[in-house]
């Protein structure tokens, strides 16, 4: 009965590889997110989405993609992964009509290791 | 644009002590403000929101946390520190005018000694 969960839970791989982090909700909510931390802790908004229309995207390198297959899934592929992309991600939903204060649910995070 | 400000980026507390951690904000509009509460390698969960209404707030596990406009403040505080309460801490601004998205603070690491 997990609320926000993120496969997998630990990635590593080499420098070049492309990855793809995945996330569901079984909250019914309307909007996903992707959220970088890095080794100092500090959390940065990556992307947005509500319905399925991506709605934030903050400055970041074109090799991140996101994908919103339905309002359930956001995934995140990483392309050409780089030694500074090693971060945790966390994914994190909300229900934007229901909390307009944008109330928001967070996954266990994903912990990615680039060599 | 808004921004979070956490004072302190570690504070240390004996059990039984008060809590304390320090939150300032910027927001040109009147902002929801939450804190969350990490533990060692797990995700965030939320202790508490101030939305609106009643600047005072209640949370989980005993937290508490009061909105002050005129000082841009959101400071949390627990009256007996918990060896449990051992943590990360984020401060966080949500305004509706910028795609409602959550800016965080810093962090705050509480440490609580016996």
């Known amino acids: 009965d997990t609320a926000v969960s993120q496969t997998p839970k630990y990635l590593v791989t080499q420098m070049g590889n492309d990855k793809s982090i995945k996330c569901e909700q079984n909250l019914g909510h309307d909007t996903m997110y992707w959220y970088k931390q890095d080794s100092k802790k500090f959390l940065k908004i990556m992307f947005s989405?509500?319905?399925?229309?991506?709605?934030i995207n903050e400055t970041v390198p074109n090799r991140f993609s996101p994908k919103s297959p339905d309002k359930a899934h956001l995934n995140l592929h990483i392309n050409s992964l780089e030694l500074g992309d090693s971060a945790v991600y966390f994914c994190?939903?909300?229900?934007?009509?229901?909390?307009?204060?944008?109330?928001?649910?967070f996954g266990p995070g994903t912990r990615l290791t680039v060599l | 644009a808004q921004s979070v400000t956490q004072l302190g980026s570690h504070v240390s507390v004996s059990e039984g002590a008060l809590v304390l951690l320090r939150c300032n904000y910027s927001s040109s509009v009147p902002p929801y403000l939450f804190w969350y509460v990490q533990y060692p390698n797990q995700g965030l969960q939320l202790l508490l929101k101030?939305?609106?209404?009643?600047?005072l707030v209640k949370g989980i596990n005993g937290f508490e946390a009061e909105f002050k406009k005129s000082e841009t403040s959101f400071h949390l505080t627990k009256p007996s520190a918990h060896m449990s309460d051992a943590a990360e801490y984020f401060c966080?601004?949500?305004?509706?005018?910028?795609?409602?998205?959550?800016?965080f603070g810093a962090g705050t690491i509480l440490r609580v000694k016996s």
């Open positions: 101030y939305t609106t209404g009643a600047t």
């Open positions: 966080a601004v949500s305004v509706k005018e910028y795609g409602n998205k959550l800016v």
């Open positions: 989405y509500n319905n399925k229309e991506l709605i």
């Open positions: 994190a939903s909300s229900h934007r009509e229901r909390t307009p204060y944008n109330e928001q649910f």
